[in-house]
């Protein structure tokens, strides 16, 4: 069984940076893609990025392109979120997720597997 434990989240003013982080335990193995997902009040949830955790590739959402990034550690089996310039529109519930079979990165549906979230808030 595969849990994700996310942590880092907090409150911040505008421009300033976050860095979360995910801690996965069970059976992650290299075929596995892992991702955030974040939701904000009132929406949806929304693909923010993923990375394949066998080859370090990472695929980011143009809403955040330029802002975040992405890294994992295969050793430590932590996956961070690095948040630059953060900005009101942030502020979201950010979710870990992973799955064996994510053919589609941003496809929510494919994930298998949820962390309860970690709170970010941005005060302008």
């Known amino acids: 069984q595969v849990r994700l434990v996310e942590s880092g989240g907090g409150l911040v003013q505008a421009g300033q940076s976050l860095r979360l982080s995910c801690a996965a335990s069970?059976?992650?193995?290299?075929?596995?893609?892992m991702g955030w997902v974040r939701e904000a009040p009132e929406k949806a949830r929304e693909f923010v990025g993923a990375?394949?955790?066998?080859?370090?590739?990472?695929y980011v959402a143009d809403s955040v392109k330029g802002r975040f990034t992405m890294s994992r550690d295969t050793v430590k089996n932590l996956m961070y979120l690095q948040m630059n310039n953060l900005q009101p529109m942030d502020t979201a519930v950010y979710y870990c997720?992973?799955?064996?079979?994510?053919?589609?990165?941003?496809?929510?549906?494919?994930?298998?597997?949820w962390g309860q979230g970690t709170q970010v808030t941005v005060s302008s």
């Open positions: 997720a992973a799955g064996p079979r994510v053919a589609t990165r941003w496809a929510l549906g494919e994930y298998d597997h």
């Open positions: 069970g059976d992650i193995f290299s075929g596995y893609t």
């Open positions: 990375v394949r955790w066998y080859s370090g590739s990472v």
